[in-house]
């Protein structure tokens, strides 16, 4: 059944803060864009959630689609919707985080982005959207989770 609202609705995605360990240096993984907004710019990998598509599937198909990769657990981290974090309108993103071994994961771009990296967290680029207030946050819930050298991340 169709439902039509007098008042705008915002759209959501889904975001994922994949930490990585390599030599011991926290990384993390990004996806530079391939087309806008931001087209150029570095980013996490995620996108839009489909219509009837669980929050944590829409994240994994799109970490999938864009970097190839396929991880083990992914905690929700926390979401994310100031009007104007987005200029395409009010998006509304749910973030997602977990920790892999950067060594077992290469990533391969795909879908929407140029390419993908791991980046040491000490030496980001500047991120898309309000990436870099995601990627902080997502350091801090690593921290309480256990010892994170502050030198490394």
Known sequence: MSHTYPYPRPAVTADVVLFGTCGGELQVLLVERGHPPFAGCWALPGGFVDSDEPLERAARRELVEETGLEVGPLEQLGAYGDPGRDPRGHVVTIAFT??????????????????????????????????????ADGLARLRERGPVDRDRG
């Open 98 to 135: 977990g920790l892999v071994e950067v060594d077992s994961h290469p990533p391969r771009a795909g879908s929407d982005a140029a390419r993908s990296a791991w980046f040491p967290v000490r030496a980001l680029p500047a991120l898309a959207f309000d990436h870099d207030r995601i990627v």
